[in-house]
């Protein structure tokens, strides 16, 4: 089993609906989550970052945690065209101290 | 300049050749990271460095080598690649050398190995 799975995608979104992106992981000692979004040929930039249970709302991202079931999702409320991009879960590796472990990404297309 | 900058943007290399990528950050950042991303598989872990101490290596060939003279530069000397090392080379950086903290990225050496 993966560390941290994603679904590859693409995930088609149409203009102005939500998209629901989700990720698993395995290790439940793991604390710290981080949603990064990553353009074609750019590299990943930070989105949202969350610790505890529950939901974290900014702007039109919220991502929502669930330790005992071991996922956190990412909904984009009102998507627009320009959030087309692959995005990616990465999650700190518990007892691995500093290591970042990052999902493969969902590719999300939204269309006009 | 702001952020995390890495040069040069793209790299075509032979298998003998040596090359180094480098990486600034500007964020006043304690520590750096060196990530490998290939396609269709998930952003790897190459190297952690804080305060310029190697604190993490994730098992890469020794055809790598890191490099981080202060805690703004970071360098990976590359010697006798192999096709399959053909990759985009991402440098981090975040305030301490903690995965708790977020990390910023630099925008990548798209890397060819002839």
């Known amino acids: 089993q993966k560390e941290v799975e994603q679904n590859s995608g693409p995930l088609s979104v149409p203009e102005g609906a939500i998209a629901s992106l989700n990720c698993t992981y395995s290790?439940?000692?793991?604390?710290?989550f981080f949603w990064y979004r990553q353009y074609s040929g750019k590299s990943p930039e930070l989105i949202m970052f969350?610790?505890?249970?529950g939901d974290k709302e900014d702007g039109r991202f919220t991502a929502q945690l669930n330790k005992a079931s071991q996922y956190v999702s990412l909904l984009i409320r009102d998507s627009q065209p320009s959030d087309s991009a692959t995005y990616l879960c990465?999650?700190?590796?518990?007892?691995?101290?500093?290591?970042?472990?990052f999902g493969g990404g969902t590719r999300v297309l939204v269309k006009p | 300049e702001t952020g995390v900058t890495q040069t040069p943007r793209h790299l075509v290399m032979g298998m003998t050749n040596k090359k180094s990528l480098k990486c600034e950050q500007h964020?006043?950042?304690?520590?750096m990271y060196w990530y490998k991303q290939s396609a269709k598989k998930p952003l790897e872990l190459m190297f952690v460095?804080?305060?310029?101490?190697?604190?993490e290596n994730n098992s890469v060939p020794s055809r790598f080598s890191p490099e981080c003279p202060n805690s703004s530069h970071l360098f990976l000397h590359l010697h006798t690649l192999q096709p399959e090392d053909s990759a985009l080379y991402l440098c981090?950086?975040?305030?301490?050398?903690?995965?708790?903290?977020?990390?910023?990225f630099g925008d990548g050496t798209r890397l060819s190995i002839l």
């Open positions: 981090a950086s975040s305030q301490e050398a903690s995965s708790y903290q977020p990390q910023h």
């Open positions: 290790d439940r000692g793991s604390q710290s």
């Open positions: 969350i610790y505890s249970n």
């Open positions: 990465a999650l700190d590796g518990g007892a691995a101290g500093n290591k970042l472990t």
């Open positions: 964020l006043g950042h304690n520590a």
């Open positions: 460095y804080s305060l310029e101490e190697r604190v």
